[in-house]
């Protein structure tokens, strides 16, 4: 459900680089200009992610969302933003620490856990 619910349809999907070996990275915009990168720690420990954002036009939002296995078997687990982060030109970067074996989707769609997932955009 991590993956689907930021996803609008007809996104266009943008170069993202990719340094780190335990990790897989992918970059969405929607047709409205909304970003969704989702990082798939596949690492057995925490590791940091470095995401910096070139072509910035404009100061974005970005609202952390995040899964493990330990936090879906948790039966008061909800998917509502854990933190968010300010990216602008001037300061483009986001630095983060993820848990071992986890996804985390940073969006600039603010969802709450009852809201519907992004369908069109």
């Known amino acids: 459900g991590i993956l689907t619910r930021f996803m609008a349809k007809h996104s266009a999907v943008l170069q993202t680089e990719n340094t780190g070996s335990d990790m897989a ?7 409205k200009g909304n970003l969704t990168v989702y990082v798939l720690n596949k690492a057995d420990a925490n590791s940091q992610i470095n995401l910096v954002f070139s072509n ?25 933003p854990l ?23 940073y969006s600039t769609y603010r969802l709450m856990n009852a809201d519907s997932g992004i369908t069109a955009d």
């Open 25 to 31: 990275v992918a970059t969405l915009l929607s047709p």
């Open 56 to 80: 910035l036009k404009s100061r974005r939002t970005l609202y952390k969302y995040q899964v493990t296995e330990s936090a879906v078997h948790d039966p008061h687990f909800e998917m509502n």
């Open 83 to 105: 933190s968010q982060f300010v990216v602008d030109a001037l300061e483009p970067a986001v630095k983060d620490d993820l848990p071992p074996i986890s996804i985390t989707v």
